[in-house]
Every structure is written in structure tokens, then in C-alpha cells.
């Protein structure tokens, strides 16, 4: 009996288990496969209700806050390194011989570059996301002052007298002039696109300002950076080279007798199709090298091997000596160290034409590349003690400083900075999306085509399965997470999707990710890509009357004849709040000859101001150029009734769009207002 | 798009009567007879009036793109020249010249002005408008920008703004925000929106509105406040000194706290209290029919079709061309005053060989010893005599 009774209860929890399974995990099945837009990923409920989280208690429970060392500086006597971590929107105080975090200066958001005065008093730490600079007396750690800036400052020089402050402004590419006297904003200079890197030369007379984004110029024109040299004496821009086929030149570093000026680049192919990756050569990697005297030559050289390329060159630092240059690829963990008296000797004994097939010879890097270091997680800025014996590496994602030293070139130590010890599925996700180990030879990683996970401003060749052009705008991948579907074709629903079989197939010719990669990967996505403030053109949310009137014409339903506009052809209907779009395909007249027939998906506007050049090939320069250029035929909005004040109006507006964030109320406004009617 | 001419014959008729009367006051001036005056000033004078000869022109033979010559602006150690065949520069002795394969948007350029604070270059052309940095052209037009039109008659620099008088409005662009403000007779009180000239100074800017006469923008206050002529008469300025002497505006300087307006039909100077008119039968301008003008310090040049004025409001020195030679003169007009509180005029002509290049002058730039003057016939470099 009492066995029976056992075996009758497990029978019958045996039968409800069956009927519940099959049926639920059908029902899974469907759930999954709707959530992924892919019938194979794993039923793991934790993909989504975990990790994907991007708010409230079970993101808190699941994510962590963690440090992102990314520049750094050295006190002169060497007792001291000053760290920024840029997640943290922190300086930190680090005493490199006991290998210990002494203090964290908060300073504002995003802090990007950190320099200190000659007489070690004082630290100044460039503020990205507060359009600012941050102050420090080193004596007491505290920040005593504030600088404004102009948009997104980044890279930081002293002035040869120490009087004044440059300030790379990467957003509103331009450079400030502060006054340290006065605190002031003396002037401000345009420069390249995009600009980060600025160095003064040994002999404090130039100042160079490198650029990450080429020009904007139709597809099919070479490619062109600015490197941006400003006089000291004169304080005016004496120079614009315009440096050929790359892009992404992060960094600059002199030699010490200033006789070469190197900088980091990337040289894209992005005008061959991409199935060109298989072949290699999609993105190669390098340094251009500068001559400092009159009528000198200007030379790029590859840091890559053949079959093995070391991808994304941020920082690079010249030992004392002037003997070696080391070179951080945060795409590939590694540090290259160049010997700088070969670099030289190739130049000097090369023929011009020889000099110019270099930029193009995988093989070349033998010649002056002496040791490859690995690192940590994604290494970004380096610095070298004032003796030029040790090398200080930031390991973003390590939330780790590495320490090598310069004469045998190894690793002797590393510097914890008491970021979290897990690393979160999110925190991996970031990894993978910066590590180039997932693509055929290491050619490149998601943050080589969106850097700052945004987009590089490039128009790709994506052949298509007949072998078509499709010409390809990059978009960003900021808070891209609620703005399915993906691609301009809009044909992967999910990230899932996006990141799985396809983008393996098209992309990166390697295996595709596995699921837990795959899950890490979205998870960061999702969760973890915010926008920059918008300070240039909407900083507090107050509209100025422009983008007010702006605001009007791109939600109007008449136009200035007294027309009613049809509803598909206004601003708003496609463009709604917050993400301004209506996640829905459209047909906007912009299909050229060589796209495949197809609708486009309609891209979110948050932020647009930040995402030149615009439409799904890039044919637009600006904001403008969509209405003027391409939009004679109102079939992009009604606009061709517009004065030009309107259409300047209407453009300011759209500057104004901020993250979704902020634009939530806007958004129960405007569906408030939608359901009323 | 041009104002029309109001016909009013009764008020017509009494202004042809006032004018009469104002010419026989005028007439009487006896040429001198002196042929080397150091300067031409009146007794009252606290400065001597410039006088500049020692003339040198350049046309396409001395490597000009063109000998339509429409503006030029000294700029340290070289001088810019807008020409219809682009744009020209004079350093070393030597002309360079940039046209659109270097990156102008235009090869007519009309206008150019030098950013003191950056030494960039901004240039208006016929096709939109360039700042020139570094040796790298960037070009604004009203298709891929903010600008209001591509028609740029006028571009000055004035701290971090740059203004440009266009065809479709007078624009604003703040090199630091990388925003673009267009002011047209929608949003500034213009009577249309073909702009003409824009110059800056004391915070203020200040439009050649054609038809609207001058556009004063308090930078602080963002307010407008406009001169017009007050007669409103088209034809003639009915009410000598009561204000502009015509809407139709064609230029706008400002220096030492002055204000001069060029129009087609004369000239005004304004101190901030009291308007003054001047006309080539009252004073010693060239011509009522004035192109542009530029006022350096308590002199301003006037770019007239019938040759080159200067004047500090009391002394005037006008430069013209023979028609049948290179050789001219340069008219010195003094209006001093008498011990008796008269007016006492003199005039004074002093040959030069060579002259300017042509009468019909389009733009001029004076810097401490030189002047130079952009003509209908090349570009002519005049030196201060001392």
C-alpha cells in the first residue's frame, strides 16, 4: 500500500511533468525563437530575463560597476601614477612600488586624459560627457576648479610656459586655448574630424592635433585625416596634412630629439566589398611617421604580419633614449614595440616609391617591430616612468595596470584598482565586442567600425548575395537595444540575430559565437552602450526658439501652402519619440542603382547631430544635404515648400534630439496626445 | 526685388529746388597750383588726411587670374585679391592663384576678411562661402549648410562670429557651436532679404539692407534696431543730415566710434547722434554711385565708379585715371574753416604717373604705409606719401 501509493504519486507527477514539458517546452520553443528571430539558441531564460536587463533591482543584482582605466600620467620622480577611470568618473592616486590605490578624486563624467603641470602641482583631467576640465591640487587631492571646454574634450597638452591649456574638444572637432590664469577660453581652433591626440613637439614651437574620423567625401574618393599643426609662437593653425587612406589616428608621440613625429592609424578597404575579408586586408594597422623638418616626408609603416594583424592602435609612447616606440592594440591584448633606429634606417634607404608601397606590405613590420607584449583586457593608454624603465599599461577591461619593463620587455608586474573581481556576462559581452580574436586573422572587432560603440563615419561595400554594391552608412550602436529591426535592410529582428550565423558569415569568416558568447555579446549591447550627453545643442533640455520653431515643421500635418500632408509623409509619423523612429520600414526615394530592391528600415534619430554622413549609403554630407540634395521630390517628408529659415529651423531641432532617456516624456506627450485625437 | 521708385512729382519738384540751392552754396572751388603737398588736411584738423601715390598696378600680365578685380584685403605680409577668375595672392613679389580645383567654391570671389583671432581666411564667392585654413578650403553653401544663400557679397570675421551678407539674408555662424542664424525680413526688420554688406564694431553689427538701409544687431541684447532714410525719397535726399540718405544700402564701416553707409545715390556718416550726408556736389566724392567702402580709423575709402575717395568727413583726397592715359590725379578738397567761422574750400591736384588702374573701383584695404584698390581694370598698390 504504502509502496503503491508512492509509486501512484510519482506516476502521476511523472505524467503531469510530461504534460507539462512537451507542450512548454513547445511553447519555449516559440517564445525563444519569437524573442531571437533564430530557431536554434538554447532555452535558457536567463538570456533574456537576466542579462538583457536594463534597469531596475535584477539589473543591480546582475551588473557591476567597474573602473575602465584608460590614460594615465607618471609624477617626474616616479612615486606616483595618476589613473583615470573612466567608468568611474574618477582620478585615481596610485602608488606604483606598493601597487596600491591611494585615493579617488571624483572629477566629472567620462573623464578621457589626464596631464600634470612641470612643477607636479597640479593635474588637469579632460571631462568627455561635462564639456570640461577638472582642476586638481595634488597636495590635498582635491579639485579646485573647473574649466569649461568645447564639446567632448578629450586630449590635453601644456603650453611649453605652462600658461595655457590645449584641450582636443572630439566632438565638436576643434581645439580650446584655456588661459590657466585666468581659467578662460582664450581661443578655439578647428581641426580634423573627430580629434583626440595632441602632443607638443621637444622644442615646445608645434602643436599636433590628430584626428580619429576622415573627412566627409562621397564614396569612392581616398579617404583623408587631418593632422591639425598649430604654431605656438603665432597661436595660429600653420598646417593641415591631409593624411591618405587612414582614419582612427588616436595618438601622436615625438621622438626626443623631435626629429620624427609617429602617430596610430588604421587604414580601412572599405571601398572593396567585404567579402574581402576572407582574402585579409579589410583593415590593416599601423603608425604614420612624420618628419619634422622642411619638405618632410610623410610615411605610413604596418605594425602587422602577414596573416596576423593587430588591430585597433590607440596609444603610443617613445622611450627617453628615443629608442623604442610601444604601441597598444586594444583589439588584440597586445603591446607592439618598435625600435626606432630601424624605423629610421628603412626610411633613409628607401626609395620614394618604396616608401609609399610600405603603407601596403604586411611583411615590412619584421624590420622594425622587435617584440610583441601581451596584455591584459583591451589596453588603451600607456605611460612611461620619467627614467623610460617602465611601462605602464591601462587594461580597460581589466580594471588593471600592467607594468613592462623596457629593457627585457616583459611584464614584471600588474596593479589591481579594486574594480569588482566578476566579470559580468554584460562586462564579457564588452570584451568580445573589443577583441578581434573572433574574426578571420584578427583583422578586426565590433570597435574597429564603432569605435566609442558608435560608428566610424565610413560608407562600407557589404556585397550582396548577387554581388551588388550595397553601399552601407554605418550606424551607430548606441542604445540601440529597443530599435529592432537592424541593418538598413532591417532583416535581423534581434541582436541575437544580428551578432549570430550572419554577421560569422558576412563579417568575420571565422566560427560564429558561441550561445554564451552570443548571450555576453547582446547582453552588453542592450545594456550597456548609453549616448553622450547632448551639450553642444541641447544641454538642459530648453529649446532655443529656432528648435522650437524647428520643432513645429516636424510635426506639422499642413504644409505652408495650407495642404494637408499625408500622414506617412510627416516627420513625426515615421520619426516618433523617444527613439524617433517607428521601428518600420519605409520608402523614402533614396534607392540607387546598385542597391538591391528593398525598403529601409527607418534609423533612430537620437543624437543624429553626432552621425554624419547620413541615409543608408552616405550620400548625404549633412543634415542639409537630405532635403536639398535628395529630397527634391518630397518623398522624404514634405519639405520643398520650406524657406530656408524653415529648413535651418527644422535642422536645429534635430541637432537638439537627445538620448531616449531624456526623451521618455516627450514620448508619453506625444502618444498622450495621439490616443486623445 | 528692388525697391521701386516712388514717383511723387510735387515732392520731386521741391527737392530739384532745394538741391539747386545747395550746388550754388557749393561751387567756386579754384585748383591749386602746388605741386608737392605733404598732405591734405584743413586748419581744424587734427590729423593730416593720407595721400598716397607712387602707384603700381597688376593685371593677368603681372600673373593675375583676371584683371576683374572685386575686393582685397591686406593680410600681414600678403595681400588676397578676389578677382571673377578666383582667388589671388601677392606674397614675395609674386601672385598665386586658387580657383575651384583648389577648393573655392566659386572662382568669383567678392568678399574676404581675416579672423584676428585665427588667421583663417573666410572668402564669399558667387557659389557660397570658404574659409581658407592652413591651405585647406572649406566650403559652406546654402545646400549643404546653414548659410542663407550662396550669393555672398560681403564676409567679415568679428571674434569667433562670422557674418556674411548674402542674396537670400545676412547669416550668422558661430565658429565655436558650429550653429548658423539667417536674419531676413521674416525675422529682422528688413525689407527684404537681399543683404549687401555687414560690418561689425562696439558689439554692434551692421547690415546693407537693400531697400531696408542699415541693420544695427546689439550682439548682447540679440535686438535690431534699423536706419532708414527718413524722406523716403527714391530719387533724391529731400532733407539734407536728417538721416541715411538712401534705403538702397551698398556697404556699411565702422571705425572710431563712426558709422559710414555707402549707397548708390551718397554717402552717410553717423556718430550715434547725428547723420551727414555727402554727395559728389557737396564734398569731395567721386560719385554718388559708391560700390563699397572701408573706414580705417578716422578715414574711410570709398569705392565709387568714378574713382577713389578718402575722406575724414572734413578733408577729402579723390584718386582718378586720366581716359586717355595711365596717368591721373589725385583731388585733395579741404573744408576748413575760416577765422570768421566761413567755410573756406580748396582744392588741390597733384598728378600721379602712374595712377589706379581704372575708375570704377570695387574694394580697398589699407594698412599703415600702403593702400591697395581692386578695379575694373587690375589691382593697383598705392603708396603713403610722405
Not at chain 1, 4 to 9: A, N, P
Not at chain 1, 345 to 355: A, G, H, M, R, V
Not at chain 1, 527 to 545: D, F, K, R, S, V
Request: proline residues 4%; neutral net charge; charged residues 20%.
Amino acid at each position: 500500500m504504502k509502496t503503491s501509493g508512492i509509486l501512484s504519486v510519482l506516476l502521476f507527477f511523472s505524467v503531469l511533468g510530461l504534460i507539462v514539458y512537451f507542450p512548454g517546452r513547445k511553447w519555449a520553443r516559440v517564445h525563444v525563437n519569437s524573442k531571437t528571430a533564430v530557431g536554434d539558441h538554447p532555452l535558457n531564460c536567463l538570456s533574456c530575463h537576466l542579462y538583457t536587463q536594463k534597469s531596475g533591482f535584477i539589473s543591480k543584482l546582475v551588473n557591476r560597476k567597474y573602473m575602465s582605466p584608460f590614460n594615465m600620467a607618471v609624477s617626474k620622480e616616479g612615486d606616483r601614477l595618476y589613473v583615470v577611470a573612466q567608468e568611474d568618473n574618477a582620478l585615481l592616486v596610485v602608488d606604483p612600488e606598493k601597487k596600491k590605490v591611494l585615493k579617488k578624486i571624483i572629477v566629472g563624467n567620462l573623464p578621457h586624459s589626464v596631464i600634470l603641470s612641470n612643477d607636479g602641482q597640479r593635474a588637469y583631467v579632460s571631462n568627455e560627457w561635462s564639456d570640461d576640465v577638472s582642476v586638481i591640487d595634488l597636495s590635498t587631492s582635491k579639485v579646485v576648479d573647473t574649466l569649461k571646454t568645447g564639446n567632448g574634450p578629450a586630449g590635453l597638452s601644456l603650453s611649453a610656459d605652462n600658461k595655457s591649456l590645449y584641450v582636443v574638444n572630439s566632438y565638436s572637432s576643434n581645439i580650446s586655448v584655456l588661459d590657466l590664469n585666468t581659467g578662460e577660453e582664450r581661443k578655439r581652433f578647428d581641426t580634423g574630424n573627430n580629434p583626440t591626440g595632441t602632443q607638443l613637439s621637444p622644442d615646445g614651437k608645434t602643436l599636433y592635433v590628430t584626428s580619429r574620423r576622415a573627412l566627409i567625401a562621397p564614396y569612392g574618393e581616398t579617404l583623408k585625416s587631418e593632422i591639425t599643426v598649430l604654431d605656438e609662437n603665432s597661436q595660429k593653425i600653420t598646417g593641415r596634412r591631409n593624411i591618405e587612406s587612414a582614419y582612427m589616428m588616436e595618438n601622436i608621440a615625438f621622438t626626443p630629439t623631435g626629429d620624427l613625429a609617429i602617430v596610430t592609424m588604421i587604414r580601412p578597404k572599405n571601398l572593396v566589398p567585404s567579402i574581402q575579408v576572407e582574402l585579409g586586408w579589410m583593415m590593416t594597422y599601423g603608425i604614420v611617421v612624420i618628419e619634422q623638418k622642411e619638405n618632410g616626408r610623410v610615411i605610413q609603416l604596418l605594425l602587422d604580419e602577414p596573416n596576423a594583424y593587430y588591430s585597433d592602435p590607440f596609444d603610443i609612447v617613445i622611450t627617453p633614449d628615443g629608442k623604442k616606440a610601444f604601441v597598444s592594440h586594444s583589439g588584440v591584448n597586445t603591446i607592439s614595440v618598435v625600435n626606432i633606429d630601424s624605423v629610421r634606417s628603412l626610411i633613409d634607404k628607401s626609395s620614394p616609391e618604396l616608401l609609399n608601397s610600405y603603407s601596403d606590405n604586411l611583411g615590412i613590420s619584421s624590420r622594425y617591430v622587435i617584440k610583441r607584449i601581451k596584455t591584459g583586457a583591451n589596453p588603451k593608454g600607456l605611460a612611461l616612468s620619467s627614467d623610460g624603465k617602465l611601462l605602464y599599461v591601462a587594461e580597460q577591461l581589466e580594471d588593471r595596470i600592467a607594468v613592462i619593463n623596457t629593457k627585457s620587455l616583459e611584464t614584471v608586474s600588474t596593479i589591481d584598482l579594486g574594480g569588482p573581481n566578476k566579470i559580468t556576462v554584460a562586462r564579457q559581452g564588452r570584451r568580445l565586442f573589443n577583441n578581434s580574436g573572433h574574426t578571420f586573422q584578427n583583422q578586426f572587432d565590433c570597435y574597429t567600425c564603432h569605435p566609442d560603440m558608435h560608428e566610424d563615419g565610413l560608407v562600407y561595400n557589404m556585397a550582396s548575395t548577387d554581388m551588388g554594391r550595397n553601399l552601407t552608412n554605418t550606424q551607430s550602436l548606441r542604445d540601440i537595444g529597443d530599435t529592432p529591426p537592424y541593418k538598413w535592410n532591417g532583416k535581423n529582428q534581434t541582436v541575437y540575430k544580428q551578432d549570430g550565423m550572419r554577421f560569422s558569415t558576412v563579417l568575420t569568416r571565422t566560427e560564429q559565437f558561441n550561445y554564451k558568447d552570443l548571450d555576453a555579446i547582446t547582453a552588453y549591447i542592450i545594456t550597456g552602450i548609453p549616448y553622450p550627453p547632448n551639450l553642444q545643442y541641447n544641454p538642459n533640455g530648453e529649446l532655443t526658439e529656432s528648435q522650437l520653431r524647428g520643432k513645429a515643421i516636424f510635426d506639422r500635418t499642413m504644409d505652408n501652402l495650407g495642404n494637408d500632408i499625408p500622414e506617412n509623409n510627416r516627420c513625426i509619423t515615421c520619426h516618433p519619440p523617444p527613439y524617433y523612429t517607428n521601428l518600420k520600414m519605409a520608402y523614402v526615394k533614396t534607392l540607387a542603382s546598385s542597391d538591391d530592391s528593398m525598403l529601409f528600415d527607418t534609423p533612430h534619430l537620437n543624437n543624429i547631430y553626432a552621425s554624419p554622413p547620413y541615409l543608408h549609403d552616405g550620400r548625404a554630407a549633412t543634415l542639409e544635404e537630405i532635403w536639398t540634395k535628395y529630397g527634391k521630390e518630397d518623398k522624404h517628408g514634405r519639405v520643398n515648400d520650406m524657406t530656408k529659415n524653415q529648413l535651418n529651423d527644422l535642422i536645429d531641432y534635430l541637432k537638439s534630439l537627445r538620448a531616449p532617456a531624456y526623451e521618455h516624456n516627450v514620448s508619453k506627450k506625444f502618444h498622450a496626445k495621439n490616443q486623445s485625437n | 526685388m528692388r525697391k521701386i521708385f516712388r514717383k511723387n512729382i510735387p515732392r520731386t519738384a521741391v527737392a530739384v529746388i532745394l538741391c539747386g540751392i545747395c550746388s550754388v552754396a557749393v561751387i567756386n572751388s579754384q585748383p591749386s597750383a602746388e605741386k608737392s603737398p605733404a598732405n591734405a588736411h584743413s586748419k581744424d584738423d587734427a590729423k593730416p588726411m593720407p595721400v598716397y601715390g607712387h602707384w603700381k598696378n597688376f593685371t593677368t600680365k603681372d600673373g593675375l587670374p583676371s584683371d576683374h578685380a572685386y575686393c582685397v584685403r591686406i593680410d600681414g605680409n600678403r595681400v588676397l585679391v578676389g578677382t571673377h577668375e578666383g582667388l589671388s595672392v601677392y606674397e614675395d613679389g609674386k601672385w598665386k592663384t586658387y580657383t575651384t580645383k583648389d577648393g573655392l567654391a566659386h572662382n568669383g570671389v567678392v568678399s574676404i576678411d581675416v579672423s584676428e583671432l585665427t588667421g583663417d581666411v573666410w572668402i564669399g564667392t558667387f557659389g557660397g562661402l570658404n574659409r581658407w585654413s592652413a591651405g585647406k578650403f572649406e566650403t559652406f553653401t546654402q545646400l549643404n549648410s546653414g548659410l542663407p544663400n550662396d550669393l555672398v557679397y560681403c564676409v567679415i570675421c568679428d571674434g569667433k562670429d562670422v557674418w556674411a551678407a548674402t542674396a537670400g539674408g545676412a547669416g550668422h555662424y558661430d565658429t565655436y557651436t558650429k550653429a548658423w542664424e539667417i536674419f531676413t525680413e521674416k525675422n529682422a526688420p528688413m525689407h527684404e532679404p537681399w543683404t549687401y554688406g555687414v560690418s561689425a564694431g562696439d558689439g554692434k553689427i551692421f547690415i546693407a539692407a537693400w531697400g531696408g538701409g542699415v541693420i544695427e544687431y546689439t550682439t548682447k541684447t540679440k535686438k535690431f534696431k534699423d536706419y532708414t532714410d527718413p524722406d523716403g525719397e527714391m530719387e533724391i535726399d529731400l532733407l539734407p543730415d536728417d538721416g541715411i540718405v538712401h534705403d538702397i544700402t551698398t556697404a556699411t564701416s565702422y571705425a572710431d566710434g563712426i558709422l559710414w553707409v555707402s549707397t548708390y545715390f551718397g554717402m552717410s556718416r553717423y556718430d550715434g547722434s547725428h547723420w551727414k550726408g555727402y554727395f559728389d556736389h557737396d564734398s569731395g566724392l567721386a560719385s554718388n554711385f559708391i560700390n563699397f567702402i572701408r573706414a580705417k580709423g578716422p578715414v574711410v575709402f570709398i569705392c565709387s565708379d568714378k574713382g577713389l575717395s578718402s575722406t575724414d568727413g572734413k578733408s577729402w583726397v579723390t584718386y582718378k585715371k586720366n581716359d586717355n592715359n595711365n596717368d591721373g590725379m589725385a583731388i585733395i578738397k579741404n573744408f576748413g574753416r575760416n577765422d570768421d567761422n566761413t567755410i573756406n574750400k580748396t582744392t588741390k591736384e597733384i598728378p600721379l604717373s602712374p595712377s589706379i588702374a581704372h575708375n570704377f573701383i570695387i574694394g580697398v584695404d589699407a594698412d599703415k604705409d600702403v593702400l591697395w584698390v581692386a578695379t575694373e581694370k587690375g589691382v593697383s598698390r598705392g603708396e603713403l606719401m610722405k
